[in-house]
């Protein structure tokens, strides 16, 4: 009797063993896909902030970009009229010479 229960004992070990194996491996699975996902999270995350930072230097440039347009049309509002004046002078002058 003590040989079969022996045999029995140490059965149930040798299936317990084999079940706490599978057991640690899976939880060795579940852990690397957690370090998995908690790597991609993190990577997102800062994709996610340099998008922002993308979105607000995009921002800033077109604000930039729209004072330089504005200024530039002044530039030329003020060229066309100083140009007007200098021809309008020059004209002046050669009256005044020719008379």
């Given at each position: ?5 022996a ?10 063993d ?21 790597v ?7 994709l ?20 330089l ?25 050669r009256e005044?010479?020719?008379?």
């Amino acid at each position: 009797m003590r040989a079969a229960y022996a045999s029995d004992y140490w059965t149930t070990m040798s299936k317990l063993d084999s079940a706490t194996e599978r057991f640690k491996a899976a939880l060795d699975k579940l852990e690397a896909g957690l370090h998995r996902q908690l790597v991609r999270a993190q990577a997102s995350s800062r994709l996610e902030e340099e998008v922002n930072a993308l979105k607000e230097d995009r921002a800033q440039l077109a604000e930039e970009l729209d004072q330089l347009k504005s200024d530039a049309r002044r530039m030329n509002e003020l060229n066309e009229r100083a140009s007007e004046t200098l021809a309008n002078t020059i004209e002046g002058i050669r009256e005044v010479l020719a008379d």
